[in-house]
């Protein structure tokens, strides 16, 4: 069976501060790759999403960044953090095709910019 | 632009109680359509989805949506809530011409007194 992990479950990190958050998923292949946002309460936002390795679609003008160096791993990073940047991350995967496969969600990092 | 509208950032309802959450969207065509619910603090679980055919269209955990064109609406229902449905539920629409493209509702809180 398929599997996402994310880590770390949570983080703290000053402004400025550089970010890696990491989205790996076990038992598929090939599959597409999605980073929402959640802000306090907002809904999800789409920041980027990934059909390939190397291919990265930014939904976002912002100052993160996305990179999927292996096939099951999606990277979120920035160089330096804001206090904007705060909320809820959520890394999903589906298989390509037609919108009839669904997502899968990771568990999410709470992500804190102090 | 696509966009989707939850009016109700919180309900609270009677276990026991029927629900109705409301979803409206913005789209040129009718967009795919999706109702995920997100426990507090952990991913998101879809909960149903429509395509086309049938308006009416059931889900997991009893939970099942309409599809009013004319409204653009897909709202969510559910006969008889218990208390374990307390949690977040968001619509979600996805173009027709971008499968990976998810746009996300606000969110609607549910909480379930006893």
């Known amino acids: 069976s398929q599997t996402i992990h994310q880590w770390p479950a949570t983080l703290v990190q000053p402004v400025g501060s550089p970010l890696s958050l990491e989205c790996t998923v076990e038992g598929t292949s090939n599959p597409n790759l999605y980073w929402y946002r959640q802000a306090a309460g907002r809904g999800l936002q789409l920041l980027f999403y990934?059909?390939?390795?190397?291919?990265i679609s930014s939904e976002v003008p912002q100052n993160l960044s996305a990179s999927r160096p292996q096939d099951r791993q999606f990277i979120l990073s920035s160089k330096k953090l804001l206090l904007s940047d705060s909320g809820f991350y959520l890394c999903a995967w589906r298989l390509a095709g037609g919108p009839n496969n669904e997502q899968f969600f990771g568990p999410g990092t709470r992500l804190t910019v102090l | 632009a696509q966009s989707v509208t939850q009016p109700d950032i919180h309900i609270t309802v009677s276990e026991g109680a029927s629900l109705e959450l409301r979803c409206n969207y913005s789209?040129?065509?009718?967009?795919?359509l999706f109702w995920y619910v997100q426990s507090p603090g952990q991913g998101l679980q879809l909960l149903l989805k429509y395509f086309s055919g049938d308006t009416l269209v059931q889900g997991i955990k009893g939970f099942e949506a309409e599809f009013k064109r004319s409204q653009s609406s897909f709202n969510l229902r559910k006969p008889s809530v218990h208390w374990s449905d307390a949690a977040e539920y968001f619509c979600?629409?996805?173009?027709?011409?971008?499968?990976?493209?998810?746009?996300f509702g606000s969110g609607t809180k549910l909480n379930v007194k006893p």
């Open positions: 979600a629409v996805v173009p027709l011409d971008n499968f990976n493209k998810f746009y």
């Open positions: 990934s059909v390939g390795i190397g291919q």
């Open positions: 789209y040129g065509a009718t967009p795919y």
